[in-house]
């Protein structure tokens, strides 16, 4: 038979991009764990475990009033977590195609997406888990067990996806916001399904994912600057939630990169935080040579970096940007979403109306999952290379081979595309979600054994 690419097309936009698979609730007495996932077609998914973030989307600015919030965020969440693993087929092509991996490494990493959110409504021990330590008290440590208990609980048989109950260990947590490898060893304690653990012993983890996830960020500023101003030899960067941890590392390498001569070019950094970040901030400016700024101060700038915020990319933000602009982002959903309906009108208009104002000023958006998969490479080269071929170095270079190709070949396609379409309004993040679905397409056709021989078979088989 042959594959019916169209028909397949349709139906990974409805079972993977669309439908949620599996959402999983556990209520303590003062917190609440949620897990959303897509379905584990090749076996697994993979997503951080994010703690009190994310409720910025509702009026509490940064605390879930309530558990559904926190359950709408997750599934948020998930969805952006899918859309970066699938297109992380993309660059593992790109590696594939320059004999960095091997076909046999790139399956192993063929994981889809997930997302843990956990609420907490114990202020104190709030204050105590928001605090950055390399040991915390057994109030925050039970905390962080019970939420890898909950972890271990989706991972047996019989209590797992919900259209494949027999699925075993097919979800993998990791640190997310305000988590961090401390914590996760604390989640070690009660299930093997975590990653990024520390690095020494006895874990030999791969430590902090935020690492790697800023250096794709940095490497995707460098393939921007070489597409939108290469005649510029100093680049003004603004970075909305530089004491953030993924943040902070942007601006560090931003200037070890530049000392080092990898850049290629001068940067002036503007940054700026929350007022409860701000001593932070002020460590980090101090030592890598970064302005403070107002949290609202987006203008003078090149490339605008919003990190640690959901939703920071709104049309009020998008109407301060000067002419030429580039929005290149780490975190997660930075458009505006509904993550109760993917196709709300009224988000729809606001996406809308920040892609005109972008072509009315010659600016472009970064789609976030292109900019910021680091993290998940960074755990896919764990998988592909195992304990012993495993590097931090090894990561960090794949990283930045691949991400710049990745992040160049979306800028370079939509820009084809505005140009064929003139009159039309191109939007950069279709662009990469349609890429990302044509690789996961090639991928399936690739598998088309091993998916009509999995639990999703009933799926798929009537396009394959």
């Known amino acids: 038979m042959a594959v019916d690419r169209k028909k397949l097309r349709a139906l990974i936009q409805y079972h993977i991009f669309e439908k949620e698979a599996f959402s999983q609730h556990a209520a303590g007495p003062d917190y609440d764990f949620f897990v959303s996932s897509a379905i584990p077609l090749f076996g697994g998914t993979l997503g951080g475990m994010r703690y009190n973030t994310g409720g910025e989307l509702f009026p509490n600015n940064g605390v879930f009033a309530r558990a559904a919030d926190a359950g709408n965020v997750a599934t948020l969440l998930q969805r952006g977590m899918t859309r970066k693993y699938t297109g992380d087929l993309i660059p593992r092509t790109h590696l594939q195609e320059k004999r960095l991996i091997s076909q046999d490494e790139s399956w192993l990493a063929d994981f889809l997406g997930a997302k843990m959110v956990v609420r907490d409504k114990n202020p104190t021990r ?34 797992t996806c919900l259209d494949a109950p027999n699925i075993s260990g097919f979800y993998n947590t990791a640190p997310d916001s305000n988590t961090g490898e401390v914590k996760m060893t604390y989640v070690r304690r009660r299930t093997e399904h975590v990653h990024c653990l520390p690095e020494n012993a006895p874990y030999f983890g791969s430590g902090n994912p935020s690492v790697v996830t800023a250096t794709g960020v940095v490497g995707a500023i460098k393939a921007l600057r070489e597409r939108r101003f290469a005649e510029e030899d100093i680049i003004n960067i603004g970075i909305r939630g530089g004491a953030g941890s993924v943040g902070a590392y942007i601006i560090q390498f931003l200037r070890e990169y530049e000392a080092s001569g990898y850049l290629g070019f001068k940067v002036n950094i503007k940054a700026s935080d929350i007022e409860r970040n701000r001593s932070e901030l002020e460590k980090v400016a101090g030592k890598y040579d970064a302005i403070i700024v107002d949290d609202q101060e987006f203008r003078n700038v090149h490339m605008w970096v919003p990190s640690a915020f959901i939703g920071s990319v709104t049309p009020d933000v998008v109407d301060l940007l000067d002419n030429y602009t580039v929005i290149v982002g780490p975190e997660n959903e930075q458009l505006p979403e509904n993550p109760l309906n993917p196709h709300d009108p009224a988000i729809e208009k606001a996406v809308s109306a920040i892609y005109a104002r972008l072509k009315e000023i010659e600016g472009y958006y970064s789609p976030d999952f292109v900019n910021n998969n680091g993290g998940i490479h960074d755990v896919n080269c764990r998988v592909m290379f195992g304990k012993e071929g495993y590097s931090k170095e090894r990561a960090i270079q794949t990283m930045l081979e691949a991400g710049q190709a990745y992040v160049g070949a979306v800028h370079d396609r939509t820009m084809q595309e505005q140009r064929a379409r003139s009159s039309e309004l191109i939007q950069s993040h279709r662009i990469a979600e349609e890429m990302a679905l044509d690789a996961l397409v090639d991928r399936i056709i690739e598998r088309r054994g091993d998916v009509l021989k999995g639990p999703f078979a009933a799926y798929f088989a009537a396009a394959l």
């Open 126 to 159: 709030a204050q105590k888990v928001l605090a950055r330590a390399d040991h915390y008290d057994e109030e925050v440590q039970a905390l962080f067990e019970r939420a890898g208990s909950f972890v271990q609980g989706l991972n047996i048989p019989d209590a």
